[in-house]
C-alpha cells in the first residue's frame, strides 16, 4: 500500500520499479525541511520493499528537477535561531539501483540528489549547477561527489564559480548518461528502469555495490572487497536459474537469492 503523507512528493509504485516525484513546481521543486524528512520515509520504504528493485527520480513540470535548497524556508528558520546544514537528509544507503530523469534545471541540493542517482538521464534543455557559494553556502554533499563524478578539474570551477553547465555539456563530461527531447525523457528513463528491473536483484545490486566501494580503494583491495559478493551471486539460486533459463531458452524467474 502507498504511504500516506503530504503530496509534496509524489511516490508511485509500479510492478517492480517505483517513481519519487518532487511535487513543489510552484517552488521549482525546491527541497524544504519537510521535503527532506518525507523524502527520507519514502526512501526507507523503497529501500524495504523487496517488490522494488530499481527508483526513478524526477521533478514535477518541465521548468525544474529541483532547485536546491528552499531558501525562503531556510531563512525563516534561520531567523527563528535554528541551526541547520541545509534542508535535505542524506539519502537512504542501499544497493538497489536509482535514475535521475533531470525534467528541468538541478541547482544546489537538485543537482546533488541527480548526483546522488547511478544513472542521470537529462532532457536537452536543462541545466546543472552548485550556486550556493553565489549565498554564502557551500555545496551540501556535492564538493564530495562532483570530484568524484566528473574529475576534480570542472568539478572545482563549478563549486568556485556557482555557474550552470546546460545538458549537452553535462554529456560531455560525464555527468549524464544521456540526453534527449525533453518529451522522451520519462519513456527514456522507464525503458531504462525496466532492462535493470529485467535482470538478476542480486547480481544487479551485489555490481552496485562493488562499483561503489571499490572506487575508493586501489584495484587490489577493490576486488579483495567484490570477492565475497561475488561468490555469493555465483553460488546463488538465481545464478542456477539463470543458466539454466538461458539453457532452456526462457525467461529467468528471479528469486533475489
Partial sequence: MPLTGPDIILYEK???YCVITLNRPERLNAISVETGERMYEIESDFAND???????YTGAGDRSFSAGM??????????????????????IVHWKPTIAAVNG????????RALSCDIRIAADHVKFALPEVKRGLIPGSGVYTMPRTIGPGIAMWMCLTGEPIDAQEAWRIGLVTKVVPKEQLMEAAIETAQIIAANG??????????????MEVPIEYAMAIG??????????EDAKEGATAFREKRTPTWKGR
Fill in 227 to 236: 570477492r565475497p559478493l561475488m561468490d555469493v551471486v555465483f553460488n546463488s
Fill in 50 to 56: 523487496p517488490n522494488m528493485r530499481v527508483a526513478i
Fill in 14 to 16: 509500479r510492478e517492480n
Fill in 105 to 112: 534545471l538541478a541547482y544546489g541540493g537538485g543537482c546533488e
Fill in 201 to 214: 536483484p542480486l547480481g544487479v545490486q551485489a555490481a552496485k555495490q562493488i562499483v561503489k566501494q571499490g
Fill in 70 to 91: 528552499d531558501l525562503i524556508d531556510f531563512a525563516e528558520r534561520a531567523a527563528r535561531g535554528e541551526q541547520r546544514r541545509g534542508a535535505a537528509r542524506p539519502p
